[in-house]
């Protein structure tokens, strides 16, 4: 059924067993589309036969890989993508919206509808051939995660690594998958160069609150034993604190940092709930269903650090809020850091070793 300019907020939830091991519980039409469609029993139980959200593979023809930014507030200047949406279906991922411009829902749809970029090795040893091309560190996983369950079998991030490696390009990964311990062979030999350092993002470690947020990533355990075997094979690895969630994951700052210490990472940061556009909505229905008793506070808190909105998108105050609050966070983390020694400052890779590859048909150097 449709309602022309019906708004997100409106929709219903879908049922459990329709969205069984999924984040979202909804799947509102994007807010570009010009009629939305909701799911609704007429009475005649004909939703019961509907069947369950199943991951779709779609091609991504795109023609160039790298993306640049010149964000005040991020540390990287370019990065690949290899994925669109993510099946992992973390709740509070901020990359939901971003789907919303292809056409599918912030929701269900986000975890579901997955683009591909098969491409993306050889679109990559293209870019990097060119003559103009600057070299700067190229960070994977800034929007959707690079090591998702589809990675698996499909090894796109690992081709893109196979490329860096080649031509001895710096990389930084950010991932919740311990499934980046299978390229330790490509990448602990880049690390001996300071080619490549990796950051896992540990949210929670409760499992089975990660079970809900974060349905199809890595059990907190999985990703402590990836810091392990990546810092053993001499690859930098920290740790992301992300996001926190204040009365529900920010009592854990102080024990994630010491477990993410313990497992050999270096240093750690991180990031404060963001709720622009549709994870607004999307966060409170999941809040509602797993949390009833702790999402007026949880919203409430939310507001406190963003002028008693949901959400400040300006530079800087959008990543770590700010009032009374925010700073206790910001105290709390910085504080916990210098204790148990984790207080080093971030380590830049080196550029000076590039080589420029020859592109497909190309001449290659003399020398």
């Not at 049922?15 to 807010?31: I, K, L, P, V, Y």
């Not at 959200?53 to 200047?77: K, M």
């Not at 050889?122 to 600057?134: D, Q």
């Not at 940061?269 to 949880?298: H, N």
Request: aromatic share 6%; net charge positive.
């Amino acid at each position: 059924m449709s309602h022309p300019n019906e708004t997100p907020q409106s929709s219903r939830l879908i049922h459990e067993d329709r969205r069984r091991g999924r984040g979202a519980r909804s799947n509102a039409t994007g807010r570009f589309e010009n009629q939305t469609r909701e799911e609704f029993d007429d009475g005649w139980e004909g939703l019961q036969s509907l069947d369950g959200f199943t991951t779709r593979l779609r091609t991504d023809t795109a023609r160039t890989i790298i993306t640049t930014n010149d964000s005040p507030d991020i540390s990287f200047d370019q990065s690949i993508n290899p994925y669109r949406g993510c099946e992992h279906g973390c709740i509070y991922c901020y990359a939901r919206p971003s789907h919303c411009y292809l056409g599918h829902s912030a929701g269900l749809d986000f975890e579901t509808e997955l683009y591909v970029k098969p491409e993306a090795a050889r679109l990559l040893e293209r870019e990097l051939a060119k003559p103009g091309y600057r070299v700067k560190t190229i960070a994977l996983g800034t929007n959707t995660d690079p090591y998702q369950p589809v990675e698996r079998r499909l090894a796109i991030t690992r081709r893109i690594l196979e490329v860096l490696a080649a031509t001895d390009h710096p990389v930084a990964i950010v991932t919740k998958s311990a499934l980046v311990t299978r390229d330790i062979d490509i990448l602990a030999p880049m690390a001996a160069k300071g080619l490549a350092k990796v950051a896992l993002s540990v949210t929670t470690l409760d499992r089975k609150l990660a079970r809900a947020m974060e349905p199809r990533a890595a059990t907190p355990p999985k990703r402590l034993e990836a810091i392990r075997q990546l810092s053993a094979a001499g690859i930098p690895t920290f740790a992301m604190v992300a996001p926190i969630i204040p009365a529900l994951t920010d009592h854990e700052i102080e024990a994630i940092l010491k477990a993410v210490h313990d497992a050999g990472a270096l240093a750690a940061g991180y990031v404060l709930l963001r709720m622009p556009l549709e994870i607004k909505d999307l966060f409170r229905q999941w809040l509602e269903t797993e949390f009833p008793d702790r999402a007026r506070r949880v919203i409430a808190l939310m507001q406190s650090m963003h002028g008693g909105r949901d959400y400040t998108s300006t530079f800087h105050m959008r990543q770590r809020g700010t009032g009374p609050y925010a700073e206790q966070i910001a105290k709390r983390f910085r504080l916990a850091l210098k204790r148990i020694g984790m207080d080093t400052p971030n380590l830049p890779l080196r550029t000076d070793l590039f080589r420029r590859p020859t592109p497909q048909g190309g001449q290659f150097p003399l020398l």
